[in-house]
């Protein structure tokens, strides 16, 4: 599985993920002088970075921005010799100890390993949807939000994302138009009323969209919608066209050696634990339940507290 000719670091603590369970395990793992490699990952920060203001992190009564939040654990972490690289994870070996990680093409070892890998942003699987990622079709209404001032914008969602991008977009556009396939939402109901007492968002419930316009210009025109009460369908002109529809688990890289749900999501063993004694979880790679900064927070500092005491009864 492993090939012959790599080269091997050996670490103590080796943590997959930025988000807030990466970089709280990476502040406990630190500061019990663990000297934790932290492998940011290809979404840098996680869902923290790409979310606007954060109303519920305690300690914060006026809120804090998602990417401030963040970036301030990975300085503490770096505070107490936390050690970042920009990578991804490709491959791994659980099988034995140390832990075999391929990170873009390079093998390290690890004694123990924290999978805070997150979750990564579900898309529709219309015929043009991919074909227009970055044209028009986002996932992350606080990176792209911007281009379209005073334009036509869609959601697609019914839970708190949904309903956190469409007002944050109510900055921007002339209109937003949010979509949801079913006539209650998901989402809290805070953010439900808040989005209804917006005037510059207007709900279509029972709605789908059948596929979104047009690959040949290059960018999003419009989308096809219908509605699956009447089946009736109709195109709307659209500019921005912004899908928030949940998370799939970042989890592929691990090649089945963790126990996972039918989703992909890491099944606990307890606590932090996975069926593996020295590597843990932490965050939305396993929680699909609660899914808050807060608790990914948590669960870093669980899993670096159990790396700790696990390497502390190896001698370590
Ligand atoms: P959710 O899983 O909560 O909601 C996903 C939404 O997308 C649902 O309404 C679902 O519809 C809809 N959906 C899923 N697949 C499709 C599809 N193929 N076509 C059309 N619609 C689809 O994900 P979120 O990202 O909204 O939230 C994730 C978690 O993060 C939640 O726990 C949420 O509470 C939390 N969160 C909290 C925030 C806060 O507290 N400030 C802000 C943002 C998120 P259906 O309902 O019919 O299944």
């Not at 080796?14 to 000297?35: E, F, H, P, Q, W």
């Not at 979310?51 to 970036?71: A, R």
């Not at 917006?198 to 290059?218: A, W």
Request: aromatic share 8%.
């Amino acid at each position: 599985m492993v090939p012959n000719s790599f080269t091997l670091i050996m670490r103590n603590v080796v943590i997959i993920g930025s988000g807030c369970a990466g970089n709280t395990a990476a502040v406990y793992s630190a500061r019990a002088s663990l000297s934790p490699l932290v492998v940011s990952g290809h979404e840098p920060g996680g869902q923290l970075s790409i979310t606007s203001e954060v109303e519920n992190y305690p300690g914060f009564p006026d809120g804090v921005m998602g990417p401030q939040l963040v970036e301030n654990m990975k300085l503490q972490a770096i505070r107490f010799g936390a050690e970042f690289i920009n990578g991804t994870v490709e491959d791994c070996d659980l099988s034995q100890r140390p832990f075999k990680l391929k990170i873009d093409g390079e093998w390290i070892e690890t004694r123990t390993l924290i999978v805070a890998s997150g979750a990564s942003a579900r898309w529709l699987g219309l015929p043009n949807e991919y074909k227009l990622i970055g044209h028009g079709v986002s996932s992350c209404a606080t990176c792209d939000g911007f281009f379209y001032r005073e334009k036509e914008i869609m959601v697609i969602g019914g839970g708190d994302t949904a309903m956190e991008e469409a007002n944050f977009l109510t900055r921007f556009g002339r209109r937003v138009t949010l979509i949801h396939r079913r006539e209650e939402f998901r989402a809290s109901k805070i953010m439900v009323d808040r989005t209804r007492a917006n005037p510059k968002i207007e709900i279509l419930t029972n709605t789908v969209v059948d596929d979104v316009y047009d690959v040949e210009k290059g960018f999003v025109t419009g989308a096809k919608l219908r509605n699956l009460v009447t089946g009736e369908t109709w195109d709307r002109p659209v500019d921005g066209f912004f899908v928030a529809i949940g998370h799939i688990p970042n989890t592929k890289f691990l090649r089945g050696q963790l126990d996972t749900d039918e989703e992909g999501y890491l099944i606990s063993h307890g606590g932090a634990r996975t069926k593996i004694a020295g590597v843990y979880h932490a965050g939305d790679v396993q929680d699909r339940v609660y899914r808050q900064a807060i608790t990914a927070a948590g669960a870093g500092c669980m899993a670096a507290i159990e790396a700790e005491r696990f390497l502390e009864a190896e001698g370590h």
